[in-house]
């Protein structure tokens, strides 16, 4: 009765939190609809929702029901909502290799990317193969060194080889086939020869947006030199296709790869120095100051400051999330009210799901808002304890010179807060932490707000009237000590820790621990800890299958001890590096010749005929002609079939065929709990979705 009672205390104080569950129980349903196996009928979330609205509204008198009820038809909503913005956009996407064929249309977006090739997407295209009607309603094709730049707006007419968007390339691994689907790119390819650009229609209003990134991009280029130009035009016009793969690698083993990503760090960076800028010219005139409402003018132009940052870092959904929390801000500032709060962030986070729900499912919206929530909810907890550092933050005799000291705490606080908030997600996602991801950080943060981001706003600027290089120049010079330090701290020893791919329960296990820790402000909260550190423990502790193969049947590797032995190092690159991440291992070190695998001890053995793999007292025969099919039937627990027009073992053993390959894609095989051997694909995974194109 006691605890009854102490819980129903608990809750009577959280009343006013209650309402911060609500996006969170639509992101519930919105997760539950991707995670289906197949389409569910649309009546499904219709009639959950009618029927709990209708029980919520009719026991409204009770305590606990009509809440339960509603937070239900929520998650109901959420539901529907992912449904029907997956059926609005029903892109057509091609489910075969179309081979080459004459494709023509208009060019929307560029994306300039290593060794002089540009890849562009082309809207509307038009193509030489009637067996492909009706048309995907964009393509995304890549140009080799083109003789001048495309611009936005131009039609495009080349020869080039199509294919679906891939698939993943392995079981629970990234799905390019639905975010694709999502972006409204039905088809991938890339041009024979050279491609004819016609700009005569590159004028068009529509165009002027992106004529405006382009001439920044190029002002840029003019200004800058290398790896500082590659990564200035990520940071302003979101170009990433122009860094160098050291830089790239550097600053994500330094756990710096979110300064990348154009988000909310950056655009609030140039809302509040566009805020404070205008507040301190407007303060200078005592007239307007003392007469008007120069806080709330600076707001309107930080916050249109951010919109134009969004247009031209371009309108992707980490940039439109973005811009849509920093309005949000200095909207509250408008009404008088706090800029910084856990509903604003349930509001932004609701705002998202709604245009976007499929956005739920990918790393940037999982990182940010677990970032912002966790930052709030940190600095809730110091304010509620501000005794404890009130001597710090305002010591006797000397406020002024303390303040340094009190940035320098707040900046490691809020580092240390969001870098442990954000270390599951990146672990689930990309199977790596940055070890000194807090140090890294506690250098780059400052340089990034306070020299990086002000100068290169000073460049767009001035870039207007040619005078570019004011910014650009000095903003370069903050780029190199960045790339510096990056590497100084990628390069020292156990920077990164790796871990395999987990399942998607262990990381829902842990945000639904730290939603409650976050969320609630009573002691009730630290019942989240339980579910937080279980999941975190189950993160860490997945293992990696054994055996990967692809769905072409050209590539396979075999996971033993540290390393992911592949038949070659040069063929299908893009599947076994993937493949070695997934595994949590690293690529540059691990990936080795299977040929020369036994001579080290690995349970390996390979000919011309094919591969056998001993997996902890199992073998794994895989089959690369049908000479060998009968031997490996007869021996091995589990064959594979890597060439076409295979059979099922005579004997009974259990087969992967090669059809089985072309229809579920790549499949992995490992140890399941009784010790024997479990077989798992991206087909079944992702099971027969709008998105599957070979499923359409």
Request: some cysteine; glycine content about 10%; proline content about 7%.
């Amino acid at each position: 009765m006691r605890a009854g009672t102490a819980l129903g205390a608990c809750l009577g104080r959280e009343q006013e939190r209650l309402v911060l569950w609500l996006p969170v129980a639509f992101g519930a349903g919105v997760l539950a609809y991707f995670d289906r196996p197949v389409e569910p009928p649309w009546v499904w979330p219709a009639a959950a929702f009618a029927v709990l609205v209708a029980l919520a509204w009719t026991t409204r008198r009770r305590a606990t029901l009509p809440l339960v009820a509603l937070v239900l038809a929520l998650a109901a909503a959420g539901w529907g909502w992912a449904q029907l913005a997956t059926w609005s956009v029903a892109p057509r996407m091609l489910d075969r290799d179309v081979g080459a064929v004459n494709v023509s249309g208009r060019i929307v977006d560029i994306e300039p990317r290593d060794g002089g090739r540009v890849r562009v997407v082309v809207e509307r295209p038009a193509l030489s193969t009637p067996e492909t009607d009706p048309l995907p309603p964009r393509v995304r094709i890549s140009l080799r060194s083109p003789e001048a730049m495309p611009s936005p707006g131009a039609t495009l007419s080349a020869s080039a080889v199509l294919q679906p968007p891939p698939p993943p390339l392995a079981p629970g691994a990234y799905d390019f086939q639905r975010q694709s689907y999502f972006d409204g790119i039905g088809a991938v390819g890339f041009v024979l020869g050279r491609a004819a650009i016609d700009d005569a229609g590159a004028g068009s209003p529509d165009t002027l947006v992106e004529r405006a990134r382009r001439a920044i991009s190029a002002s840029i280029g003019g200004a800058l030199d290398g790896p500082e130009a590659g990564l200035a035009k990520a940071l302003v016009v979101g170009e990433r296709g122009e860094i160098a793969d050291d830089d790239r690698a550097a600053l994500r083993d330094a756990g710096l790869a979110h300064l990348l990503a154009i988000s909310g760090l950056h655009i609030g960076i140039v809302a509040g120095f566009v805020f404070w800028g205008v507040r301190a010219l407007l303060a200078l005139v005592p007239a307007l100051a003392l007469h008007h409402p120069v806080k709330k003018w600076a707001a309107i132009a930080g916050i249109a400051a951010a919109f134009v940052y969004m247009l031209i870092a371009g309108t992707t959904p980490p940039t439109a999330r973005a811009f849509l929390m920093v309005a949000l801000a200095l909207g509250a500032v408008l009404l008088d009210r706090n800029p910084i709060s856990m509903r604003l962030v349930a509001t932004a986070a609701l705002g998202v799901m709604l245009l976007a729900p499929a956005a739920v499912l990918g790393p940037s919206f999982q990182l940010s808002f677990a970032a912002v929530v966790a930052l709030i909810a940190g600095f809730e907890w110091v304010e509620a304890r501000r005794a404890l550092i009130a001597g710090l933050g305002r010591p006797r005799g000397g406020g002024p010179r303390a303040r340094p000291l009190v940035y320098l705490a707040a900046t490691l606080y809020s580092t240390l807060v969001a870098t442990l908030a954000t270390a599951p997600f990146a672990l689930f996602h990309f199977q790596q932490v940055a070890l000194y991801g807090i140090v890294a950080n506690l250098v780059a943060i400052p340089l990034m707000a306070f020299w990086i981001m002000p100068f290169l706003a000073l460049g767009c600027l001035a870039a207007a009237v040619g005078l570019g290089e004011l910014g650009f120049v000095p903003a370069g010079w903050g780029i190199a000590l960045l790339r510096t330090v990056s590497t100084a701290i990628a390069d020292a020893p156990g920077a990164v820790l790796r871990a395999p791919a987990a399942e998607a329960w262990t990381l829902a296990l842990f945000a639904g621990g730290g939603l409650w820790l976050c969320l609630w402000r009573s002691r009730l909260r630290w019942l989240g800890a339980v579910p937080a550190v279980a999941g975190l423990v189950a993160l860490l502790a997945a293992a990696p299958p054994a055996v990967f193969v692809a769905g072409s049947g050209r590539a396979y590797g075999l996971v033993a001890g540290s390393a992911l032995y592949v038949p070659s190092l040069r063929r299908d690159r893009f599947d076994t590096e993937g493949w070695a991440r997934l595994a949590g291992l690293d690529p540059a070190v691990s990936l080795r010749r299977l040929d020369a695998a036994a001579d080290d001890g690995v349970p390996a053995s390979c000919d011309a005929f094919g591969c056998v793999f001993a997996v902890a007292g199992r073998s794994v025969a895989l089959a690369a002609t049908r000479d060998a099919l009968d031997d490996d039937c007869r021996l091995a627990d589990l064959v594979v079939q890597l060439f076409p027009g295979g059979r099922a073992c005579a004997t009974g053993t259990p087969t992967i065929r090669y059809v089985d390959l072309a229809v579920d894609g790549a499949h992995s095989i490992a140890l399941d709990g009784d010790g024997g051997l479990a077989v798992d694909s991206v087909g079944a995974r992702r099971g027969h979705r709008p998105w599957v194109a070979t499923n359409r």
